[in-house]
């Protein structure tokens, strides 16, 4: 059964800054990784979809990678601002065109 | 993107009645269509998919006669709560794919039982 985990489950930095949301799930085989946000009370928007023969994908000031052997994908996010405070969600499509979710990442960016 | 829409975005309901929350695709045929439920705080977890013309497939854990599932035509499922508890209180949340495993999510509704 496939599980994904996100680390960390909270995050606060200071506007400006660069971060790194990180992403990882159990079983390797997948076809694509996508990520998600979603703001309080909202469903979601998808941000980034990396087909699983890709390494990275890059929208804006966002880029997520893709490390499919080790099972691992990151989300970076350049210069943030108040408005990316949401909650990130990773998820994987398996064999079975299911998608499971990440436990998300809390994020707040500080003014 | 594509677009896909839900109804309605909120409702409340007394305990023992049935409610209907409809999903609609707008711009695309949905093949596949996904019914989610997030509770507070916490990720989405699916309950069931529906194909097209065929039964819902439903999760382990998810009980098929109280969540009804409908997916009649490519561009419309509904999700029917039905005997709703407070316990079913949560956000329901649809998503539909073309096949390509690609699923464009729905605003998801906020269903309260009182």
């Known amino acids: 059964k496939q599980e994904v985990t996100q680390i960390p489950a909270a995050l606060s930095v200071p506007e400006g800054e660069n971060l790194v949301l990180n992403c990882s799930f159990t079983?390797?085989?997948?076809?694509?990784l996508q990520w998600f946000r979603q703001d309080p009370g909202k469903g979601l928007t998808s941000l980034l979809l990396?087909?699983?023969?890709?390494r990275e994908q890059t929208s804006g000031r966002l880029n997520a990678s893709l490390d499919k052997s080790s099972g691992r994908s990151t989300l970076y996010i350049a210069a943030s601002q108040p408005g990316d405070s949401a909650t990130y969600l990773c998820?994987?499509?398996?064999?079975?065109?299911?998608?499971?979710f990440g436990t998300g990442t809390r994020l707040t960016i500080i003014p | 993107g594509a677009v896909v829409s839900q109804h309605p975005s909120r409702v409340i309901c007394k305990s023992g009645t049935s409610v209907k929350i409809e999903c609609r695709s707008l711009?695309?045929?949905?093949?596949?269509m996904f019914w989610y439920r997030q509770f507070p705080k916490q990720s989405l977890m699916l309950m069931a998919t529906?194909?097209?013309?065929?039964?819902?497939?439903?999760e382990q854990g998810v009980e098929k006669d109280k969540f009804l599932i409908n997916h009649a035509s490519l561009t419309l499922s509904t999700l029917t709560v039905t005997s709703a508890h407070p316990e079913d209180s949560s956000f329901y949340i649809c998503?539909?794919?073309?096949?390509?495993?690609?699923?464009?999510f729905g605003p998801g509704t906020r269903l309260t039982v009182t």
């Open positions: 998503s539909a794919g073309q096949g390509t495993r690609e699923q464009y």
């Open positions: 079983d390797s085989a997948i076809y694509n």
């Open positions: 990396i087909q699983s023969s890709q």
């Open positions: 998820a994987v499509i398996g064999g079975n065109e299911k998608l499971t």
């Open positions: 711009d695309f045929q949905a093949t596949t």
């Open positions: 529906s194909n097209e013309g065929s039964k819902a497939t439903y």
